[in-house]
């Protein structure tokens, strides 16, 4: 016995550590969420072995976030700082002489992933956006504003320079967060002599069109052919009504040589994007929707043999949609991401040697866990290179292993931090949606959950109509955060979202305020039946078409909820179809505008206005005042109503903010009014 003593002590000396660690750690609070680094993955050397990634950290005291660049060797080893200036500096391109060329400050720059002294390669005056380098280093491409319409007072009346009014004539007279002052993107190309550029080309020359587009679009427009003999530009050659009733994106090629552009896909409506080459120039692939003014449409891989013209869609027989693909290294297998059952996987297809096939490969799922793959960075002998997140984990960098099929972490920006919080669980959860149907949803719980006490629950609901419920982390609707300060909080996969087949996404349009609603409502009436779910504690949170959701229900909830939140949430849809700017959307989702009778049905039964009779529950409203998506007017109106009615409501107007909250003071208070508000109506 005297022997084993020591034994004994040694167990209880990690058992007492262990315990100690656990109540040094604390719930995460909402400072917290802005004291991450957040990680992007820049590129690989050209080895395969040392990873290039930028971390983003934000500053209180500035209110502005700086990224720096840093590098990590994959197979272990400490990161280093590769950039320190201040600024924000993202990679261009990784060159086969491991040269990281990188935009600062609107100026490309080099320097060597073995060391010395970072290089400024150009000087151009009004600095470089959306830049790719040709492969064979002779050419740039790159866009800039150009002035085409003068619907600005400044513009049109030159000697009234202290005038600010915008005139218009058609459509399209402001979008996302931007009125049009008649600026275009364009593409450039020009010669290029290690920084030296040359006169640039406008490849549309005096055409009031975007590329990249508008309001998203970035160098993923761009795509430069293996031998440098030609671009590719992804534009929607619409103007005005047209523009705004179309998502009819195209592929475009110009040929450096003879100056020509060429339509790459004539003929197809829907969204085309995100041009790439196959690594030997042969093929030509790209990601497109079919349907012309729906946004979430069935987003499908498409090839083309550039010789023959032989077209082949490699995911047709696939019953979900694409995120995003990388191109292996051999050209044999197409990698990409896609949501499948609550969650963003890696699969994978071969690439048939001949496009004239009878039957399609199969696609495989090579990763499976309770994780998204967010990005596919590169690709090893060993596995590729990829991003991930978890509901309570920000974006770090990983490996994941071809054989094993595992993810190695690569970067480790915020595990300190994360390892000082108390642990959210997360848990998934199926129950009979009204019709029958199987309903997913993610449960996060508060830290120490003990499940013989009972806790305030929060419903959220989710955007878009079409957007994912998944393993994303998000730097405003946070659930880890809302767990931490001791809410439970359900998040349906309803009808609309993808990831369980098509006609599930598809269902929701046209019927946003039936199934979508009833989903939510099963949820929360099947998680009611929990003992540690206080059922005199529930709340409904949401933003966009999850803020239209939280709207709805307030008008047929039957007293389920005790208290509202709703951020840019669509309340009158006959005004909101007056003032949006993307009618496409809205012509698909709701069936076009309300005076037609045939759209009665979303107009009436699905408008939240009319259902205000019903409200009588505390309501908390948030509306940027840049946001055109869903402007102004709706979240007034909404608080207008709770108001007049006498119901306990407030409304957070962020006037420089839009469809998002992006500042992160603003953000702050948001979190601030958001808690403030559950422990005043919770």
Not at 55 to 83: C, M, Q
Not at 266 to 281: C, L, R, V
Not at 360 to 381: A, C
Request: net charge neutral; hydrophobic share 35%; with cysteine.
């Amino acid at each position: 016995m005297g022997q084993r003593a020591p034994e004994k002590k040694i167990e209880k000396s990690v058992l007492t550590n262990k315990i100690n660690e656990y109540l040094a750690k604390r719930p995460m609070n909402a400072e917290d969420l802005w004291k991450l680094g957040r990680v992007s993955a820049e590129g690989l050397s050209a080895d395969g072995s040392v990873l290039v990634y930028g971390v983003s950290n934000y500053s209180f005291e500035e209110n502005k976030s700086e990224k720096n660049l840093f590098t990590i060797p994959l197979k272990g080893g400490d990161a280093k700082p590769f950039t320190t200036d201040l600024g924000s500096e993202t990679v261009i391109e990784i060159t086969s002489s491991d040269d990281v060329i990188y935009l600062f400050k609107g100026q490309l720059w080099k320097k060597n992933l073995k060391g010395g002294a970072a290089v400024q390669l150009t000087d151009v005056k009004e600095g470089l956006s959306d830049v790719k380098i040709s492969p064979y280093k002779k050419h740039i491409l790159f866009s800039k504003q150009v002035l085409i319409n003068k619907n600005h007072s400044v513009d049109k009346y030159a000697d009234l320079s202290k005038s600010n009014i915008y005139i218009y004539d058609d459509l399209d007279y402001r979008h996302w967060d931007t009125f049009n002052d008649g600026r275009f993107n364009h593409p450039f190309v020009a010669t290029y002599d290690n920084g030296k550029i040359g006169e640039a080309v406008d490849l549309l020359e005096g055409q009031p069109f975007y590329s990249p587009t508008a309001p998203f679009g970035g160098a993923e427009d761009f795509a430069w052919s293996p031998d440098s003999k030609s671009v590719l530009y992804v534009c929607k050659k619409k103007f005005g009504k047209e523009y705004a009733t179309s998502t009819n994106t195209d592929i475009y090629q110009y040929d450096l040589a003879t100056k020509q552009t060429k339509n790459l896909t004539e003929g197809m409506s829907g969204y085309d994007t995100n041009p790439t080459f196959s690594p030997d120039g042969k093929r030509f692939s790209w990601l497109s929707m079919k349907t012309d003014g729906y946004e979430a449409d069935k987003n499908d891989i498409i090839i083309q043999d550039l010789a023959s013209g032989v077209k082949l869609n490699l995911t047709s027989h696939w019953d979900e949609t694409v995120n995003a693909f990388y191109w292996s290294k051999d050209g044999k297998k197409i990698y990409f991401v896609a949501p499948t059952r609550g969650t963003v996987q890696l699969f994978e297809v071969d690439v048939p040697a001949n496009l004239n096939v009878r039957s399609l490969p199969k696609i495989q799922q090579l990763s499976q866990g309770q994780f998204d793959i967010s990005g596919i960075v590169g690709e090893t002998k060993e596995g590729l290179v990829v991003t991930s997140t978890k509901m309570t984990q920000a974006t770090e960098v990983y490996l994941f292993n071809f054989k094993n099929k595992n993810l190695t972490q690569i970067t480790s920006v915020n595990d300190a931090k994360y390892a000082g919080w108390k642990e959210t669980k997360v848990e998934g959860r199926f129950t009979k949606a009204s019709d029958g149907a199987d309903l997913f949803s993610w449960v996060i719980y508060p830290p120490d959950f003990d499940p013989t006490k009972k806790y305030p629950t929060l419903l959220f609901c989710q955007g878009g109509p079409q957007s994912a419920t998944t393993q994303g982390y998000s730097y405003r609707w946070n659930f880890q955060l809302m767990a931490s300060q001791g809410y439970i909080v359900i998040l349906p996969n309803r009808r609309g979202m993808p990831g369980w087949g098509t006609k599930w996404n598809q269902d929701i349009s046209k019927d946003w305020g039936g199934q979508a609603i009833q989903d939510y409502l099963s949820a929360i009436d099947d998680f009611k039946k929990e003992s540690y779910v206080d059922n005199d504690r529930i709340g409904a949170i949401g933003a966009s078409y999850g803020g239209y959701s939280v709207f709805m229900l307030a008008g047929v909830h039957e007293g389920r909820f005790k208290t509202f939140i709703s951020h840019c949430g669509l309340f009158n849809m006959e005004s909101w179809y007056g003032t949006t700017e993307e009618l496409f959307f809205a012509n698909y989702d709701l069936g076009g505008p309300y005076w037609d009778k045939a759209n009665a049905k979303t107009y009436q039964d699905f408008n939240p206005i009319k259902h205000i009779d019903k409200w009588n529950t505390p309501i908390l409203i948030f509306q940027g005042g840049k946001d055109y998506r869903v402007p102004v007017g709706q979240g007034q109106e909404a608080f207008q109503v709770a108001q007049l009615k006498g119901i306990k409501s407030r409304f957070v107007y962020m006037p420089d903010e839009n469809h998002w909250v992006l500042s992160g003071h603003n953000a702050q208070v948001w979190q601030r009014e958001f808690f403030g508000w559950l422990n005043e109506t919770l």
